[in-house]
């Protein structure tokens, strides 16, 4: 892939968490921390200080604004559209049955981790995928961002379409992987009661694991305290 860290990638844990930070509802909790999150990303310098400083220019406006309004944009940006889904599953295969397979494989693929997803999350919400690959080391961490690059590219695109600050998380986490953005052609959406629509079998996998107003807070995929025994795949710790 080209990738420019594979040899020595930089650690990135606390900045990857950030970002999947970044990506959830912006709901008052996350407001309330917008200065430790500055923080965290410069402490550990991971991103050049232009992506950085692009990232300040979100994490202000996110505290600038009204809340009604941040909460609207994200709502908009996020839940009106396949291009800039978070739900990486959804730019491969839609609606179509694999989907669901792909999503058991990216689950065991947190298992073998010893991570377990809690209840209501989706295994490719980016967020949650973003918080396993915080918990590997840092050349892994690379090499798994660097598969779903081309996926982050795309939601990349589409954000700079609607020139939307969002997109200097997909733009940190390009340069995480090491891999540069590349142009996309980004069609026009479908109205979104037309485009969001799902077959039975998949009901709700778009919307579970976004957080909205009046919405339980998620939880995020933790590691097994030692001794319990999931009942299920997907349980939470």
């Given at each position: ?24 509802y912006p709901d008052a909790e996350l407001r309330a ?93 980016l967020p949650v995928v973003l918080e396993f690959a ?39 986490l390009l340069d995480l992987a090491g891999e540069p ?57």
């Amino acid at each position: 892939m080209g990738n420019l860290f594979k040899a020595s990638p930089p650690p990135a844990s606390r900045t990857l968490r950030v970002l999947a930070r970044l990506l959830g509802y912006p709901d008052a909790e996350l407001r309330a921390n917008l200065s430790a999150m500055s923080q965290a990303l410069h402490d550990e310098a991971a991103l050049s200080k232009q992506r950085l400083a692009e990232l300040d220019a979100l994490l202000a406006q996110l505290g600038r604004l009204d809340a009604l309004d941040v909460e609207a944009d994200y709502v908009q940006l996020f839940d009106s559209g396949r291009r800039t889904s978070l739900h990486l599953f959804e730019h491969v295969h839609g609606d179509s049955r694999e989907r669901g397979p792909a999503m058991i494989d990216l689950a065991q693929t947190y298992e073998k981790g010893d991570l377990y997803l809690a209840e209501g999350e989706m295994p490719d919400h980016l967020p949650v995928v973003l918080e396993f690959a915080s918990t590997q080391p840092p050349r892994e961490a690379t090499g798994f961002l660097g598969e779903i690059a081309h996926l982050i590219n795309v939601i990349f695109n589409a954000l700079e379409k609607r020139e939307s600050r969002y997109a200097s998380v997909m733009g940190a986490l390009l340069d995480l992987a090491g891999e540069p953005s590349r142009p996309v052609q980004i069609a026009d959406e479908e109205p979104i009661d037309e485009s969001w629509e799902e077959p039975a079998a998949f009901d709700g996998c778009h919307s579970t694991g976004q957080e909205r107003p009046g919405d339980a807070k998620p939880v995020h995929i933790v590691r097994r305290p030692a001794g319990s025994d999931p009942q299920r795949s997907g349980a939470s710790a």
